[in-house]
């Protein structure tokens, strides 16, 4: 890995890679391409180590100009992709940017590879590798008492999201049977840690607390969900490029399985700790139930045998700890929060989707 493509570096995930990645390896250089949508900002890319070796470029994987160009100039020798519209209930609303992001875009990207790669050849073959970072939502839905997801578990998409992610899972497989481009994809549980825009479970309840607003837990509370800290998945991708066998899947997650309202008990717990006097403690007094997600599938769990057995990788975060992480991390970066929450149509989303939906 010498000069690496992230698509998606500016979201979430995908930022705190570049952290990880700039701080792991001091020569590589990554190019980072990224659409800013509301998900997505440069303020997640402040104080890199090294930010010298970090190009970002803004554009969307779907333009095949860019891509060309991109491959071509800087020789990309490795492709990470997390570029994806990914919240379920944005899906609900508007599938049809799902598609065209998560499909046609994967599509797009996989072209570029292969003509850059294996017509062109514009670096060794022996150095290549496109890294499909994908989602447990792939393989549905799952009762109490069957076993968790691997690898091979029959993917059972229940939402547009998991449907769009679904289908460029078996484009990346494909290009990998097909045209013989090396592939590898990793299937990870719920991240959570710094930087998550804050319309999932965690970033939601700690900022709705934060700010005396009601936390809304969907349905009973008793989904259940696997938990990653994203450094942790970070550390596991790296392991996959660097080190798992090519055309390959691999199952990441936290080797935990709590049910949602104990992930924002805990969260209030934390912060009734964290700020004794705050004027909403006990935080807990603000959750609310509101009406279920439509479909909303009621467990993941997720089996990681696979790159523990031939990586060695492994969780290092305990749950707990990780909250209580990722609560200081928000609680230390109010200039982020505010950032954040302003250049994107954050309050407008959370006004149209829980207002009024008391269950």
């Known amino acids: 890995m010498k000069n690496v493509l992230v698509t998606g570096g500016a979201g979430f995930i995908g930022s705190n890679f570049i952290h990880y990645l700039l701080h792991e390896d001091p020569e590589m250089k990554i190019v980072n391409l990224d659409a800013l949508t509301y998900a997505g900002s440069l303020e997640n890319l402040n104080n890199l180590p090294d930010p010298q070796r970090h190009l970002f470029v803004h554009g969307n994987i779907t333009d095949r100009d860019l891509l060309d160009r991109l491959f071509a100039e800087h020789k ?18 508007n599938p049809g940017i ?4 998560n499909v046609v875009g994967t599509y797009t990207l996989l072209e570029a590879a292969r003509r850059a790669w294996l017509v062109d050849k514009i670096v060794p073959l022996e150095d290549i590798r496109f890294h499909h970072v994908s989602t447990d939502e792939v393989f549905g839905t799952l009762t109490r008492e069957e076993p968790p997801f691997e690898e091979d578990t029959p993917y059972a998409p229940r939402s547009p999201y998991a449907a769009a992610k679904a289908s460029s899972d078996h484009f990346v497989r494909a290009y990998h049977t097909t045209f013989g481009l090396p592939v590898s994809i990793s299937n990870c ?7 998550q ?4 479970l965690i970033p939601l309840m700690i900022l709705n607390a934060l700010n005396g607003r009601p936390l809304p837990v969907y349905g009973d509370g008793m989904q259940i969900r696997d938990w990653l800290y994203v450094d942790d998945h970070c550390k596991a991708i790296l392991d996959i490029i660097r080190d798992g066998r090519v055309g390959e899947t691999y199952c990441v997650g936290g080797d ?4 949602n309202i104990e992930i924002v008990n805990t969260i209030c717990d934390i912060l009734d700790e964290l700020i004794p006097n705050s004027a909403y403690a006990p935080h807990s007094q603000l959750i609310t139930y509101v009406t279920d997600r439509p479909g909303h599938d009621r467990r993941y769990d997720i089996n990681i045998a696979k790159i523990e057995n ?4 492994k969780p290092s975060h305990d749950l707990r700890q990780g909250l209580v992480d990722t609560v200081k991390w928000y609680l230390d970066n109010p200039e982020w929060v505010d950032a954040i929450t302003r250049q994107s149509d954050y309050d407008n989303w959370l006004q149209k989707n829980y207002s009024g939906r008391k269950a």
């Open 310 to 313: 031939e990586l060695g990788w």
């Open 189 to 195: 549980s719920n991240n959570y840690g710094p930087r």
């Open 256 to 259: 935990n399985q709590p049910p």
């Open 197 to 200: 825009f804050p319309e999932k």
């Open 76 to 93: 990309i020798d490795t492709v990470v992709n997390f570029a994806a519209e990914s919240h379920v209930d944005r899906s609900i609303h």
């Open 98 to 101: 799902f598609v065209e992001t």
